[in-house]
């Protein structure tokens, strides 16, 4: 589904719990269609997005790479950003053109894709407490997938120790059925079990 939205020229917005592969399946686009792949930090300002021109010159940034050569751009932790960062993508996202500091007005790339995850797109939680709640002008700009934990997939992560597996499994029903925050029993734990596991000194 991600992939027919993104080649349909939409820009996808993943949304779904820690570690369930949002990252992932964005790199996995970008090989799949043979692109670059810009993955963008934290942003705080106008200027982390757009770039500037300091005193050695014009200084790019992942999103100007993107959006002028083409490629997949990804935006982790969407909502961490600053509302100002996020302005600036909303803008050019919606004319399809951006002013880049020393460089003027520039087109989109037709090979352009943005692909933006986040745990939550409706503000902070207990789980999630540094996130802000993305606006409608926000959202309106992606598709947005809820990208849960695939079982299937994570079967095939902890297929080396099944045990390990049903007790990250038990642990995360357990957290989701009391409603702890603050926890979580993620993909990344069954994975990091799994290869201990198979360590000659575990």
């Known amino acids: 589904r991600m992939a027919f939205w993104a080649l349909q020229g939409n820009h996808i917005l993943l949304v779904g719990p820690a570690s369930s592969g949002k990252t992932t399946a964005a790199m996995q686009f970008a090989e799949d269609m043979s692109l670059e792949l810009y993955s963008q930090p934290l942003s705080l300002s106008v200027f982390d997005v757009l770039g500037f021109v300091g005193p050695q010159g014009r200084v790019d940034t992942e999103f100007s790479r993107a959006w002028?050569?083409?490629?997949?751009?990804?935006?982790?932790?969407l909502s961490m950003s600053s509302p100002e960062a996020i302005g600036a993508i909303n803008a050019a996202l919606a004319n399809g053109f951006a002013s880049f500091p020393g460089l003027g007005v520039i087109k989109k790339h037709p090979d352009f894709r943005m692909i933006a995850g986040d745990n939550s797109d409706t503000g902070a939680s207990l789980k999630f407490a540094a996130r802000s709640l993305l606006d409608g002008a926000s959202l309106d700009r992606f598709i947005r997938i809820q990208w849960d934990i695939d079982a299937a997939v994570e079967d095939s992560l902890g297929a080396t120790a099944p045990g390990w597996l049903a007790c990250v499994r038990a642990i995360r029903e357990f957290i989701e059925r009391r409603g702890i925050a603050h926890v979580g029993a993620t993909m990344r734990a069954t994975v990091a079990g799994s290869k201990a596991m198979q360590a000659p000194a575990f």
């Open 68 to 77: 002028i050569n083409g490629g997949v751009f990804l935006w982790d932790e």
